[in-house]
């Protein structure tokens, strides 16, 4: 809707819009603006997600695979070991060096907690 007002000097008449019309407009746009938004988000966060899940997926199977051979190496060990020892020393024996590789590896790994100041 405009309404026409009084003519300016030079002879052209000035329109302006209503206010309702104006808010209007307004609220639609930054509607639009929002949606638009919110669209990007959600296809930016699609693709990241999707990387990411890929990556995990990867890495789980990387995991597991070498899971499977250090189970392998540790089985062959044991039957190495069984050659001259009886297979539940054998068994003893590399229960004992894992245990003992874990708790080292765990100790390096841990932070060395220093003085604390009160």
Known sequence: MTEKQPHH???APETQQDWPT???RAVDDV???LQSEAHMLENSMGATLSTR?????ATLTIVAVMLCGGVCILSAAILLLHEWLPLWQAFGLAGVAILTIGIASYAIMKPAVGPTSA
């Open 31 to 33: 509607t639009r603006i």
């Open 9 to 11: 000097a030079n002879g």
């Open 53 to 57: 899940l890929a990556s995990a997926i």
């Open 22 to 24: 104006l808010v209007g």
